[in-house]
């Protein structure tokens, strides 16, 4: 996105460490105590501050954890990209049923943002439709891939191999695989699904492999470099994105750049992107016989996935995006 809005003049807020210029850290106590949701508590109390103490024209937040505290207007228009919402993630993930709290305050953010940018159809329906925003408030843009980093290196496939890419957590679904995987090796024994990833279930994932019988078919690559992602997801037959939901689903359009297609959930974000078919397979998340099936049948008949279509690529997401930004359309 950086490179993508040249001409604006950008100024980076984040607690995150890195070198992109004109980013200034976020150290406060609340960050450090309350994480995620400490830069949105940072936010609300130091907006009108930053706004004044660098000259700021227009703010853009991401909703979630950094701008569901932004209950109050502000004096420059505010653009909020939404990934998802508070309420999706409750209605899918019920062990988190307790961040409804967070729904009327991220509510009020969108009713007072000047714009909001969704990631997905989905999430913008999610807004009209649950929250009551109107849609001319709203606008699409899907998140781009680089077709510069992800792209068929021309080596060949790895028979029978399975990649997953991402967080070993509950929300991304990783459970839901592996205990698929022994219907899909009842049906190909050779399978083996190769897991990149690091989280706070990975010891458990392992242990679930053990008990299941399948250490021989599943391999853990803990923290997979980012240069090192096009070579994973070009040796793959197909990559399996299994999560409970997404907004979108970076992981999917990242493979399909490099040529691989992807078994996904039959879920919002994941369900756009592979509904036509031209992309890979779809199944309801929780059935383990449909995703074995899913699985095996690209295993079974490799292809490679079509070329992936324009609305995902940097080119128009930077057109989107900077439409978005856009001053006088954010007003």
Known sequence: MFTALQRLDLMFFSPAQNELPRHLRIQSWPVRFFKQVGVSL????????????????????????????????????????????YRQQCHFIRSQFWKRVFIPFEGRTYRLASK?????DATRRALIEEYGIPQEKTVTVYNAVDTERFYPNGDAKEPRTVVYVGRIDQR?????????????????PDVQLVVGGTGSHLERMKTLVGRLGLEGSVSFLGFVPDEELNALYNRAQCVVVPSIFEGFGITVIEALAAGTRVVGSDTDGIREILSSGDYGSLAPYGDQSALARAIVGELQHPRSAQKLGPEYRIEQFRKGYQQALDPVGAT
């Open 172 to 188: 991304k679904g990783i459970e839901f695989l592996i205990r698929s995987m022994p219907l899909v090796r009842a049906e190909l």
């Open 42 to 85: 940072w936010l609300f109390s130091q907006a009108r501050r930053i706004i004044s103490r660098y000259g700021l024209d227009q703010l853009n937040i991401h909703s979630g954890p950094g701008g569901v505290l932004l209950v109050r207007r502000l004096p420059i228009p505010v653009v909020v990209t939404c990934h998802h919402t």
């Open 116 to 120: 909001i940018v969704c990631v997905s």
